[in-house]
């Protein structure tokens, strides 16, 4: 029954099962340490904060389908300026262009300009662009609010704006092309003999001009509407999927290991001291135990956080009170036969103290089966806490892989063919549950030689 | 077994006594309110605002002793009368929630709502069992063979699977991306049409085939390790010896050795997959006590909430008592001790 930490070590290592859940353990480590390191902490309360997402597309599949489609789906896109200043007489110039190799086969649902200035006096802003066969449109032109004093001003520029589908017409009039078959908004992409796309470099120009003043662009952006985003997609709300995900690694990690590891040690003190004192103290405390067993523990679990409250830490405790029943029993009977082994028995005629005996030579006995237990532990933990998450009673603040598969049936996911939400979220608790699963039966296999064959 | 049954039902009253307490009040002082306002004649006999205030909250007081609101929920008298009650299956009216045909008797509802599962889950388990047994023997026989590693590797792999998203996944596939069932497990025709029984059946079908997916790869799994240890025995050696078919020795010695560890996981899998049946049943729709009581949690329906978690915990503790039984007739050791 017992071993040395080495032995197991070495059988750990000849374990291909245990190796590979190893691995995977290291490499969802890893997501969470990236998710620590590049996402700042403050985001994290972001999640829920719809502005935060603004410049996100709504329910985008992943980028990467692209690869798989004839059809290229216009990816959502957010560019960035190249900037040129130069000053003209009195006049400041400010150049902002944005370019961009259209490929896609269909148009962009719409494309917004963001940007963010200080400036005095009242400055003008241009919007045009140039088409792969070099016919410029004038898209839209204003004059920013006067101000004396030196002032901050940011707006967005939408295209479905009212002044850019009348620039739109009176350019293409000029041109005399049959337009009326177009949506205005497609036209700035669509080849004029037939509604198709006129792929290219497109030059998008923003200019400002600051009469006699100074001008500077702080914040600058075009973001092209487009129906793929990211590694992971987006989902209804606009959130980054990818990011809930990388976010979810660490808190799922953190839920199962503290459950498991709290309830299995709970239960073996629970069990250990039951089976050593024995008698009265054993029966009262093994009947208290089968009260316990015999509690239905999800309908519990759910009245217990809807009353009492659906933090993470709290759902956390509540876990660890259901977990550590079936750990008691095993290790009181566990407990019960290395009482009578004779080292123990002789160091309780030397005047030990109890608790000595237990932590000294029953409690390491029970190591091996504890750290078992825990890894097998783990996804039970972290399949709970995603199916209370999945009816609404989890904790919103955090994005775990359940609050995602929540919002996804809220937002009738599967209905509406949206793969990208229901698949990797499940994907990511399964792929973790099985890593525990591996470890956990590996060790199990080493300390439990009836298992061996 | 009986004691474990009170303690349940008293946590849960403990847990939401209070809630629900505040809840009736308010909606006791709402009803008086509109019964006054409303009676126009009351009203204009009162001559100040001030007494017309004292006058509602006298009614209010009034009909909250009579209730025994007066008390909280933790005096004897209270809990004393809950469980008296509860012992004569008793569970009261419903507050809010009332069953298809619109009684809020609370045992009507339950009566109801319990066959739906008991059909759904048993069923499931029943098919469980039977694959599981089957392919457990038959991976047990041939250990380390193809079919065993296949065996292993589903019941590790699809017990790491959340059943829920499973169901997620059929619905969408199954429901939505070929339309083969339905996607809500709600049989849309009433239940007195002839044509009920094969709509239920035909709605049943994507829960079920979740529920056999994500089960009997662990069952086959537990069905071998028990059976590997028998056929290990010296007994099975000696029938072999005899020259025994293989097959015989397989599905009727061996088995026969193997069914008291297999009997009583069995019994604990049925009661505690009705346990599980909350989330299951919340995402397929089904109308069975499972969904039943995720509504009455999330509108706090005490007598609901009581009857439910009352009937789960009895069909757990029977189901421990009669696994309790079998182990005793397949194992006739235990029952000489």
Redesign the interface.
């Known amino acids: 029954m017992s071993f040395s930490s080495g032995t197991i070590l070495k059988e750990f290592s000849k374990n291909k099962m245990g190796m590979t859940g190893i691995t995977i353990l290291i490499i969802l480590v890893v997501i969470s340490i990236v998710a620590f390191v590049t996402i700042p902490q403050e985001s994290f309360k972001k999640w829920n904060d719809p502005a935060n997402w603004l410049s996100y597309p709504k329910s985008a599949a992943p980028s990467w389908i692209n690869y798989f489609l004839v059809q290229k789906i216009p990816e959502h896109l957010i560019l960035s300026p190249h900037r040129t200043v130069e000053k003209l007489g009195t006049i400041n110039v400010i150049t902002d262009s944005f370019e961009i190799n259209y490929n896609y086969d269909s148009f962009p649902s719409d494309f917004i300009y963001q940007f963010r200035t200080t400036y005095d006096g009242s400055p003008l802003l241009h919007l045009s662009v140039t088409r792969p066969d070099g016919i410029e449109l004038n898209l839209d032109s204003l004059s920013l609010p006067y101000s004396d004093t030196k002032t901050q001003y940011g707006n967005m520029i939408f295209s479905t704006d009212q002044m850019i589908t009348k620039n739109i017409i009176y350019d293409i009039s000029k041109m005399k092309l049959p337009q009326e078959v177009y949506s205005y908004n497609d036209l700035i992409f669509s080849k004029f003999d037939e509604n198709k796309v006129l792929k290219g470099h497109y030059v998008f120009r923003v200019t400002a001009y600051g009469v006699g003043t100074d001008i500077s662009m702080a914040e600058s952006k075009l973001i092209l509407g487009g129906k793929v985003y990211g590694l992971m997609g987006t989902d209804e709300l606009r959130r980054d999927l990818a990011m809930g995900l990388l976010w979810g690694t660490p808190l799922a990690l953190f839920i199962g290991i503290t459950v498991a590891i709290g309830s299995v040690f709970a239960g073996l003190l629970y069990g250990v001291f039951a089976g050593f004192k024995g008698k009265l103290v054993d029966e009262s405390m093994m009947r208290f135990n089968?009260?316990i067993y015999?509690?239905?523990?999800?309908?519990?679990l759910?009245?217990?956080s809807?009353?009492?409250g659906n933090s993470i830490f709290l759902l956390v405790g509540f876990l660890v009170l259901f977990g550590w029943v079936g750990i008691a029993k095993v290790s009181r009977s566990m407990a019960m036969q290395i009482k009578t082994l004779q080292y123990v028995e002789a160091s309780k005629l030397m005047g030990q103290k109890d608790y000595k005996i237990i932590i000294k030579h029953v409690l390491p006995q029970l190591l091996p089966y504890a750290f078992a237990s825990i890894a097998i532990s783990v996804?039970a933990a972290i399949?709970t806490e995603?199916?209370l998450s999945?009816?609404g009673l989890g904790d919103p603040s955090f994005p775990t892989w359940g609050q995602l598969?929540h919002d996804?049936?809220v937002y009738n996911a599967?209905?509406r063919?949206m793969?990208w939400w229901?698949?990797p979220?499940?994907i990511m608790?399964?792929?973790?549950?099985?890593a525990f699963?591996?470890i956990g039966?590996a060790i199990d296999a080493i300390v439990n030689p009836?298992?061996r064959? | 077994?009986f004691?474990?049954l009170m303690?349940?039902l008293l946590?849960?009253i403990a847990?939401?006594g209070s809630?629900m307490d505040s809840i009736l009040k308010q909606s006791v002082s709402l009803e008086i309110r509109e019964q006054v306002t409303s009676n126009k004649g009351l009203l204009n006999s009162f001559k100040t605002s001030s007494d017309l205030d004292q006058y509602i909250q006298n009614q209010i007081n009034q009909r909250i002793s009579a209730l025994g609101l007066d008390q909280p929920w933790y005096s004897p008298n209270r809990i004393g009368l809950a469980m008296y009650k509860i012992l004569t299956l008793d569970f009261g009216h419903a507050k809010f929630l009332t069953s298809d045909s619109g009684s809020s008797d609370v045992k009507e509802i339950i009566l109801e709502k319990l066959p739906r599962t008991i059909l759904l889950f048993t069923t499931a388990t029943a098919i469980v069992s039977v694959l599981g047994i089957f392919l457990g023997a038959i991976s047990a026989s041939k250990?380390n063979s193809k079919i065993d590693k296949i065996t292993s590797g589903l019941a590790?792999?699809s017990?790491?699977?959340?059943v829920?998203?499973?169901g997620?996944?059929l619905?969408?596939v199954f429901?939505?991306?070929y339309p083969i069932f339905p996607?809500r497990a709600t049989p849309d025709i009433p239940p007195s049409d002839p044509s009920y029984l094969i709509s239920l059946l035909n709605h049943m079908a994507l829960p079920l085939i979740t529920l056999v997916l994500i089960g009997f790869g662990s069952w086959a799994y537990l069905v071998r390790?028990f059976l590997?240890?028998v056929l290990q025995e010296d007994f099975i050696m000696a029938k072999r010896a005899i020259g025994i078919d293989e097959k015989k020795i397989l599905f009727s010695h061996a088995l026969k050795n193997a069914a008291p560890p297999i009997v009583t996981v069995l019994a604990l899998s049925l009661s505690g997959s009705l346990?599980?049946a909350?989330?299951t049943e919340?995402?397929f729709d089904w109308p069975g006590m499972g969904r039943l009581?995720?509504e009455a949690?999330?509108v706090?329906d005490l007598p609901v909430?009581i009857g439910?978690?009352y009937v789960?915990?009895a069909f757990?503790?029977v189901s421990?008592f009669v696994a309790d039984v079998l182990y005793g007739y397949f194992d006739p050791r235990v029952r000489r001790q």
Not at chain 1, 294 to 300: G, R
Not at chain 1, 429 to 434: D, F, K, N, P, R
Not at chain 2, 159 to 162: A, L, Y
């Open positions: 089968d009260i015999a509690m239905p523990a999800l309908p519990l759910i009245i217990l809807v009353t009492i996804p399949t995603a199916g999945f009816l598969l996804a049936s599967a209905a063919g793969w229901i698949l979220p499940g608790i399964a792929v973790t549950g099985l699963v591996f039966n009836k298992l064959r | 077994m004691g474990v303690a349940t946590v849960t847990l939401v809630n250990v590790i792999v017990s790491s699977f959340p829920w998203w499973v997620v996944l619905i969408f429901a939505f991306l996607p390790n590997v240890g346990g599980g909350i989330i919340a995402v009581y995720y949690i999330s706090l909430i439910a978690t789960l915990t757990f503790l421990v």
